[in-house]
């Protein structure tokens, strides 16, 4: 099994910059990729950016390409979620997803077993 959990959310505003982390607990030898979903209120979850576990390889979702950035702490088992320029459609809950099975369906949440709690953002104009 794996655990996850998010922090880092929170308020800001406009053109600001938050970090999210996402630190990997358990089996985290048999990650092989992960995925970073938001979820806005009364909106479908929707893919972020996610990439192979190593943070080699990433790919990002055209809304947040060129302002979101993964990144992975190795020592840690932490991935982080760089977020620049903010909007206030970048608020929503965000998750990361990790699973253990190389594939490269790494925007499709339904490929992914393990989820974290969620962590709010919040982004004003």
């Known amino acids: 099994q794996v655990q996850l959990v998010e922090s880092g959310g929170g308020a800001g505003q406009a053109g600001d910059s938050l970090r999210l982390s996402c630190a990997a607990s358990?089996?985290?030898?048999?990650?092989?990729?992960m995925g970073w979903f938001r979820q806005a209120p009364g909106k479908e979850r929707e893919f972020v950016a996610g990439?192979?576990?190593?943070?080699?390889?990433?790919y990002y979702a055209e809304s947040v390409k060129a302002r979101f950035t993964i990144s992975r702490h190795n020592a840690e088992n932490t991935v982080y979620l760089q977020m620049d320029a903010l909007k206030p459609e970048d608020t929503a809950v965000y998750y990361c997803?990790?699973?253990?099975?190389?594939?490269?369906?790494?925007?499709?949440?339904?490929?992914?077993?393990?989820w974290g709690q969620g962590t709010q953002v919040t982004v004003s104009s």
């Open positions: 997803a990790a699973d253990s099975m190389s594939s490269n369906s790494y925007s499709d949440s339904r490929t992914y077993r393990y």
């Open positions: 358990g089996r985290t030898f048999s990650i092989a990729r």
């Open positions: 990439g192979r576990w190593s943070g080699r390889i990433a």
